[in-house]
């Protein structure tokens, strides 16, 4: 799957994996993929501690938009930052398949603040089931603000002490 994304996707430039810019096949599909990722990572109601990166062609979709944005040069990402894109990417995906189905008017993402968990949670806030779903899952504090000591830094304590066991 990741050889056909890549040919009908990823060779078209960062821009075609926004997701408003997928078709809807590409989107079913990595909604999916991103279904996946988040249910594995962010149990309902539990607040779990396991760590998943997902599938790749997910990954690939964040380095897409990382290389946009530092235009080829720069380090390279972070176990730790590759995963929360993954999430926050994952969350856009379902927030452009929200908006197709339920016909909302919502202003697309730009390869410039696709990743940005602020864009998220005001998503959330507009729309109160995926606010309260970001809620359940512990991925936004109850108070609905992204802080530092709420699930990015949960995320990099997993990751740390899941590079750091045995």
């Known amino acids: 799957m ?3 994304f890549s040919n009908e996707v990823l060779s078209h430039g960062s821009s075609a994996v926004l997701p408003h810019n997928l078709s809807d096949f590409w989107l079913i ?12 990572n962010f149990a309902v109601d539990q607040c ?9 062609v997910l990954a690939a979709c964040v380095h897409e938009v990382l290389h946009y944005g530092k235009r080829g040069a720069g ?11 993954i999430t926050i990417y994952a969350l856009s995906v379902t927030m452009e398949t929200i908006r197709r189905e339920a016909d909302l008017e919502m202003p697309p993402p ?4 696709l990743l940005s968990i602020d864009r998220i949670v005001h998503f959330g806030k507009i729309n109160p089931d995926f606010g309260q779903f970001l809620k359940r899952a512990c991925i936004v504090p109850e108070n609905g603000t992204p802080a530092e000591a709420s699930w ?3 995320l990099k304590q997993k990751l740390h002490a899941r590079f ?3």
């Open 2 to 4: 990741l050889s056909r």
């Open 75 to 85: 380090p390279e990402i972070s176990a730790e930052k590759l995963a929360e894109n």
């Open 164 to 166: 750091t066991e045995s």
């Open 110 to 113: 730009t390869l410039e603040n």
């Open 29 to 40: 599909t990595l909604q999916k993929l991103c279904d996946d990722f988040l249910d594995s």
């Open 48 to 56: 779990t501690e396991s760590i998943s990166m997902g599938d790749p």
């Open 152 to 154: 990015f830094k949960r």
